[in-house]
């Protein structure tokens, strides 16, 4: 079979993202198996490496989430900014 140059190039770059695609996919496995093996549970489930419903939140409930870990962040640089350092001696 004979391909046009743009759809030998196709090809080549979607088999590309593919083997891409298979090595994160092992990537993602070699982690949640490291987190079973030094986990501290005895019996750990499915949702302790993966929660579909986290995973396919939508972009508002996404762009929600982030809005709230920015208010708690910047919630907790107020507090730190009140604690006065200046009596603390560093030094060797």
Do not use: C
Not at 3 to 15: G, M, R, V
Not at 44 to 55: G, H, P, S
């Amino acid at each position: 079979m004979n391909y046009t140059p743009k759809e030998f190039y196709l090809l080549k770059q979607a088999n590309e993202q593919k083997r891409l695609d298979q090595l994160e996919l092992e990537a993602v496995k070699a982690l949640m198996m490291r987190k079973a093996y030094h986990s501290d549970k005895k019996n750990m489930t499915v949702l302790d490496f993966f929660d579909r419903e986290k995973a396919s939140m939508s972009e508002a409930d996404r762009a929600g989430v982030f809005a709230q870990k920015v208010k708690e962040t910047q919630q907790n640089q107020l507090w730190l900014n009140q604690i006065d350092f200046s009596s603390v001696k560093g030094g060797k």
